[in-house]
Nanobody, 118 residues
């Protein structure tokens, strides 16, 4: 079992930046795959980015809509997953969730609201 707590959301103007954090209640070193999802009102939850780590390398993948603007990273020593979001657009407005695959639906945080508006 692991609990996840997201933070760092807020209101930002178009073109601005935010950095989201997802703090885990225990070490995340054993979790090779982690990801960020988002859900806008009236929409299904969608995958934003994933990061997978092996002993040899780290691979990241992004939704087409955020490529070149968002960067996912992890700090296993701090037990934290990050999402750096630059050049934010109004369509990025959503609740952002971190996720670790596991039994059933895996582990989810409670989400953090990101609102991009002038």
């Amino acid at each position: 079992q692991v609990q996840l707590v997201e933070s760092g959301g807020g209101l930002v103007q178009p073109g601005g930046s935010l950095k989201l954090s997802c703090a885990a209640s225990r070490s995340i070193a054993s979790y090779k795959l982690m990801g960020w999802y988002r859900q806008a009102p009236g929409n299904v939850r969608e995958l934003v980015a994933t990061i997978s780590t092996t002993s040899e390398n780290t691979n990241t993948n992004y939704a087409d809509s955020v490529k070149g603007r968002f960067t996912i990273s992890r700090d296993d020593a701090r037990g934290t997953l990050y999402l750096q979001m630059n050049s934010l657009k109004p369509e990025d407005t959503a609740v952002y969730y971190c996720h670790i695959p596991g039994v059933g639906n895996g582990y989810w945080g409670q989400g953090t609201q990101v609102t991009v508006s002038s």
